[in-house]
């Protein structure tokens, strides 16, 4: 199982930067709303690298879970929000 975060091009930005790009995020598996869940990694965006970055989760998950929460802890240096233009689960359903 695997996430897979996009920011635009920093060209087409309203900014014309990448600071609005997340930078340290978390994703935890939740089987009801409001728990605090099961952490499934941390991980970095790199904005030097590829615009679309897939990060594979924990091996060893135990089970399926009904959410999947994204927390962006820090992005790359606007302050106020996070921009995040798509961002994907991969995984085999079971």
Not at 40 to 51: P, R
Request: charged residues 20%; positive net charge; proline residues 5%.
């Amino acid at each position: 199982m695997a996430i897979t975060v996009q920011h635009t091009r920093k060209r087409v930005s309203p900014l014309g930067t990448a600071s609005s790009a997340p930078r340290d995020f978390t994703v935890s598996g939740l089987d009801e709303e409001g728990e605090e869940g099961t952490l499934l990694g941390t991980f970095t965006y790199a904005v030097q690298k590829e615009l679309t970055q897939t990060f594979p989760l924990q091996n060893g998950i135990p089970g399926a879970f009904r959410f999947l929460k994204l927390v962006i802890e820090s992005n790359w240096g606007k302050p106020g929000y996070t921009c995040i233009y798509q961002v994907q689960v991969r995984g085999k359903i079971v």
